[in-house]
């Protein structure tokens, strides 16, 4: 049995033959979060941009642990994209016809480095696309659906970016603490209807969001990311726990915990200084 099963176990919850959904499938955390689904059982449909990525994941989850893998190449940076998942999945078109959804993990997301007004509009209006309002929509789709059912599991992956504004990270930022506090509020809302929802913040992780970015780490930065896999158990571990939010890692849970005790225009000017540009 593996760790996310006896995990899930642990807190009542068997995923056997559960039909999750996961974005931004295709690497780091998402890729890693199916991977833990697979291996305690539960059926996949893979979300993401890359079918090549897509394909071959579902190809390795299904000969390893024997389940259902389908994937689906969608943008979900594009105005519609959270309805046409739902209808893929179990909406009413004939693909997706029949096919109840128990667990969502809403992962994918990006950010772009730079000061805000230097970011062309256009990539700053598909990242609060993506970021907030086909996650706020895919909630609404998919939350509805498991009410009505009595039942189901919604993970948001937001970021500890969150929890604090971010100089050359404005927008993302500020999206994640919108994903976080709304994640927190539907917990609360859907809780007597049987519906989890968790918000995972990851601290720096090893994904290629720092690339997809544009952002060059100094070198004593990369010495604090935490590993995919276990970013993405410890987000599992808490959805199965029913807790409405985690922070990933001793260490950022203790950063966050410090920083409370800090006037705002010093936490502001940490974060600029720790996100800024370089290499040394």
């Known amino acids: 049995m593996t ?6 176990r642990r807190f009542g919850v068997d995923i056997r033959g559960k039909h999750a959904v996961v974005t931004g499938a295709s690497s780091g955390i998402g890729l890693e979060i199916a991977r833990h689904l697979a291996s305690a059982g539960a059926s996949l449909t893979l979300v993401a941009r890359r079918k090549d990525r897509l394909d071959a994941l579902a190809a390795e989850l299904t000969a390893q642990h024997g389940v259902p893998a389908a994937t689906l190449a969608l943008d979900l940076g594009e105005p519609g994209s959270a309805a046409r998942l739902f209808d893929a999945t179990e909406g009413t078109s004939t693909a997706g016809a029949g096919k109840p959804v128990d667990i969502v993990v809403n992962n994918a997301g990006f950010g772009t480095h730079g000061r805000f007004v230097d970011i062309p509009w256009s990539k700053t209006a598909e990242q609060l696309q993506l970021n907030i309002v086909t996650l706020t929509e895919s909630c609404h789709l998919f939350g509805k659906a498991m009410s009505s059912r009595g039942g189901g599991f919604i993970l948001n992956v937001a970021s500890i970016g969150a929890y604090l504004p971010t100089p050359h990270y404005a927008t993302y930022t500020a999206g994640k603490a919108y994903v976080r506090n709304f994640t927190e509020a539907l917990s609360w809302e859907l809780g007597d209807s049987g519906v989890v929802a968790t918000c995972l ?47 990933a890692g001793w260490n950022n849970r203790a950063m966050m915990f410090g920083l409370r005790f800090l006037p705002r225009r010093a936490m502001t000017w940490l974060a600029a200084n720790t996100m800024a540009k370089g290499s040394s």
Do not use: Y
């Open 3 to 8: 760790g996310l099963a006896n995990a899930s």
């Open 201 to 247: 913040c990851p601290g720096p992780t090893e994904t290629e969001f720092m690339d997809v970015a544009g952002h060059e780490l100094k070198a004593w930065q990369k010495k604090f990311f935490m590993s995919a896999p276990d970013c993405a158990r410890i987000g599992l571990d808490a959805l199965f726990a029913r807790k409405p939010n985690t922070v």
